[in-house]
């Protein structure tokens, strides 16, 4: 799981159908005093409704997101798993 501050919005024109109707972000690592790492942005499809700024945690396991879209093939890796109250 990766501690991660959500950074924009990503819209697909063509996407895989098992990501229809998820909201999809673009999520920025953050180290543990909330500063912003190297890594490049990624995406992760939301469950909790999260906004532009905010503190995330993000599951990286491929496995349980595909679970979540109900599809063995999808190509979805990521998905935010809970919000921090700041």
């Known amino acids: 799981m990766l501690l991660c501050r959500v950074v924009g919005n990503a819209v697909a024109t063509c996407a895989h159908p098992s990501l229809k109707g998820f909201k999809m972000l ?36 491929g496995i349980g997101a595909r679970g979540i879209v109900h599809d063995d093939h999808s190509p979805v890796r990521n998905y935010i798993q809970g919000a921090l109250d700041d």
Do not use: K, W, Y
């Not at 999520?27 to 503190?55: K, V, Y």
């Open 26 to 61: 673009l999520c920025q690592r953050e180290d543990n005093e909330g500063n912003a790492t190297s890594e490049a942005p990624f995406i992760a499809i939301d469950l909790f409704g999260a906004g532009m700024h905010q503190r995330v945690f993000v599951s990286t396991d």
